[in-house]
C-alpha cells in the first residue's frame, strides 16, 4: 500500500513580522522549504496580510521583508500564491 499523503502549507496573518520580526517569518518559510520533500509539501498559501502597513512610510521596509521570505518558496519551484489581506490594500 502506498502513501499517498501530502501537505498544503498555510501562512497567514503574517504582518506583525513583516513589521517588527522578519526573521520569523523567514524561518517560516526555510522550515517549509526544507520539509518539502519528506513531508511531500506540494503548495504553500499565503492567506493575506503579509504586512501590517499596506501604504505609508513604513509599506516598503515591509514589503521587502516580505519578499524575503516569499522567495525563499520561489526560489525552491515550491508551488504558492498569496491572498491580498485588508492590511495589504488600502
Known amino acids: 500500500m502506498s502513501n499517498d499523503t ?7 496573518d ?10 520569523i517569518f523567514e524561518a517560516q518559510t526555510e ?7 519528506e513531508l511531500d509539501i506540494q503548495f504553500v498559501s499565503h492567506y493575506g496580510d503579509l504586512v501590517q502597513n499596506g501604504t505609508g512610510p513604513l509599506a516598503l521596509r515591509e ?3 516580505a519578499e524575503t521570505a516569499m522567495t525563499l518558496l ?8 498569496i491572498v491580498a ?3 495589504d490594500v488600502l
Open 6 to 12: 501530502f501537505y498544503v502549507i498555510g501562512l497567514p
Open 14 to 23: 503574517t504582518q506583525k513580522y513583516s513589521e517588527l520580526e522578519p526573521e
Open 31 to 37: 522550515w517549509i522549504v526544507n520539509n518539502q520533500d
Open 74 to 81: 520561489l526560489e525552491a519551484d515550491l508551488p504558492h500564491g
Open 63 to 65: 514589503y521587502e521583508n
Open 85 to 87: 489581506g485588508n492590511h
